[in-house]
């Protein structure tokens, strides 16, 4: 099921040198081989079992995201509909999650998907990160509008992305994009980001 | 750009969404009796009103749920989005 760790690549695996350019502005990096799940929930009564596996409340509000530390390290569970959710754990979980959260649900009506071939994961930061992701995203990043724990899925420069935000003050942002289109965007991030590459940091 | 209000995730711009016709049409109760023009008058025939118009949508790019909106066709204004198992409302 899951490829072996030695041969595999990531999509976006060679970029490195390419986002490295971007600092200090903006530091953008792949996280890759992140387990993904796609949980589906329509009997909210099962809610209180899927995230005590977890150790992360389900986000109840649309278009945030919930993160915590539980028995499976680090997760995040993005809202992604009024009964769908993306559970991002660490690498190497999916298999261990999905039967986890399967026993959860029990047999009541509801879904665990194993997607964490289908996207990639970005990490963008920095003082002008918001700038960057503005050149082609017409969602308001502004801390006032998206605070933290902001989950928005829209276009990035045409490219379907779900949109995290980590830290909204700092300007902390996780961007996951299908593989396919993933070296389309990382193309047009470091060309965007190509008129921050002068940016200094300001002495104190 | 025309703002869409979706149901869930608030305001989006238009391109993130899908267009799916009338809104409220019924699937034939008795299909299996209907003669060929009511068929076809129920898989092509729509109503094209000058003025409010009740539509389904879908947020294709965003939260990919499916939606009812009334829109004047004279003014593309949306008078009102709301989930599909909610009622039309009214709107002057």
Redesign the interface.
């Known amino acids: 099921m899951t490829a072996d760790i030695a041969t595999r690549r990531s999509p976006l695996d060679g970029w490195t040198s390419r986002f490295t350019e971007l600092a200090p502005a903006v530091r953008l990096a792949e996280r890759p081989f992140l387990a993904q799940l796609t949980l589906r929930l329509t009997d909210t009564s099962r809610a209180a079992a899927v995230s005590r596996v977890l150790g992360v409340e389900l986000p109840e509000t ?2 945030t995201f919930s993160s915590g530390t539980g028995p499976h390290g680090p997760v995040e569970v993005a809202w ?3 009964d ?1 959710y993306l559970v991002l754990a660490q690498p190497g979980l999916q298999r261990t999650l999905e039967s986890a959260l399967r026993e959860a649900i029990g047999d009541t009506h509801g879904a665990v998907v194993d997607v964490s071939a289908q996207r990639t994961t970005l990490t963008l930061s920095g003082p002008r990160a918001r700038d960057l992701l503005a050149h082609g995203c ?1 969602i308001d990043l502004h801390p006032s509008a998206s605070p933290i724990g902001t989950c ?4 990035l420069a045409q490219a ?1 992305i779900i949109l995290l935000v980590r830290d909204a003050d700092a300007g902390e942002f996780v961007v996951l994009v299908r593989a396919s289109f993933a070296t389309y965007l990382a193309a047009w991030l470091v060309d965007a980001g190509m008129e921050y590459r002068e940016y200094r940091e300001q002495p104190v | ?1 025309q703002l869409i209000p979706c149901p ?3 305001p ?2 238009e ?2 969404f899908h267009y799916g016709g009338q809104a409220h049409v019924a699937y034939p109760a008795e299909s299996a009796a209907l003669s060929d023009e009511e068929w076809a008058k129920f898989v092509f025939f729509r109503d094209n009103p000058r003025g409010p118009f009740a539509e389904r949508w879908s947020h294709a ?5 499916w939606f009812n909106a009334v829109r004047d066709t004279r003014s593309y204004e949306l008078l009102a989005v709301y989930r599909p198992d909610q009622e039309r409302p009214v709107t002057t």
């Open positions: 649309p278009c992604l509909g009024p769908e017409a928005v899925q829209t276009l379907g | 750009m869930w995730c608030g989006r711009e391109v993130e790019a965003g939260c990919r749920r």
